[in-house]
């Protein structure tokens, strides 16, 4: 109660939040489920100052509790102020498996992965899942939406030509859409005329379609 009393004196007359979290985070390391604290911290969370050392003391509380939702949204909080894209994967890969393994929404797994390969469209990781997740859900079109909307962001070649790999292989071969396969390839091709998949892949798609 002592160790609470400080941190809300600490953020409400003397306005340091900072040593008001490590009070806060100090009454916890007595007593993990002392709600007025969690409140307290909840509410620094989603405000304006320090809500990630704030989010960062809640983790493993929520964790223990198994407070999936909760969880959830303090990886959001985290992930929204994060500084560099590699951190902010890492957390909406986090999101993703909470909502698959422990809350069975796969779509919203699904979505979460989609953001992370947005930030960075060359995780093969972020790929892997969004792919797995597809075949699961049959989600290959909005699939093929998020990486033709990389494909008209990223001006980095070899990105390029896998970006357009991948897609024309969802149109090819999960969507039976074979005019749009064969103009992804043909398009690798503009890039890499020498591209062995994408000659293959037209090979193949020409002799089906006569």
Sequence with gaps: GLKHRIGQLWEHQLD???RSVDSYREALELDPMHEPTITALDAIVHGDKEPVSAAQVLEPIYESAMEW????????????HADDAYTKVE????IAVYYETQLDRLQEAFDAYGRAFKEEPGHEDSVAHLERLATETGLWEPLSQLYEEQLEKTLDGDLQITLLLRVARVYEVELNRPDDAIAKFQRVLD?????????LALDRLFVAGE
Excluded: Q, T, Y
Aim: charged fraction near 35%; charge should be negative; glycine fraction near 0%.
């Design 16 to 18: 340091d939040l900072v």
């Design 69 to 80: 939702e909760r969880l959830i949204d303090l990886c959001e909080v985290m992930a929204k």
């Design 91 to 94: 957390l909406l890969s986090r």
């Design 191 to 199: 890039n890499d005329p020498e591209n062995n998949d994408a000659i």
